[in-house]
């Protein structure tokens, strides 16, 4: 009878798996700033460039088995003002939702 040991690697596996995919969240999350920046412009959110320049995302973070990333202005009061009229981040999210799987699993 032939014995075989088998080294269980699930968990490092796992860890890998998720620090590619945070990775491919981050470079997402930068795009989607990005255009959502782009969405700010004169008569549109746009009147002195505070809220264009504040608008990043953050790092994600990995919180029990999720990925967390946000997208925002950060710093700056008013953001959410301007974003409740006129959506510019989520205009940015609708823009870029067809290469997010793309961009997320390339890491």
Do not use: C
């Amino acid at each position: 009878m032939t014995t075989v040991k088998l080294d269980w690697l699930g968990q490092e596996v796992s860890k890998a798996i998720s620090q590619k995919l945070a990775s491919g969240l981050n470079k997402f999350d930068e795009q989607l700033a990005a255009r959502a920046r782009t969405n700010l412009y004169p008569g549109h959110g746009y009147l002195t460039g505070r809220l264009q320049s504040s608008t990043t995302n953050r790092q994600v973070r990995i919180e029990g088995g999720n990925l967390v990333g946000a997208v925002g202005s950060y710093g700056i009061r008013y953001g959410v003002y301007v974003h409740n009229r006129y959506d510019y981040i989520i205009d940015a999210l609708h823009e870029l939702q067809g290469s997010a799987a793309s961009t997320i699993a390339g890491g």
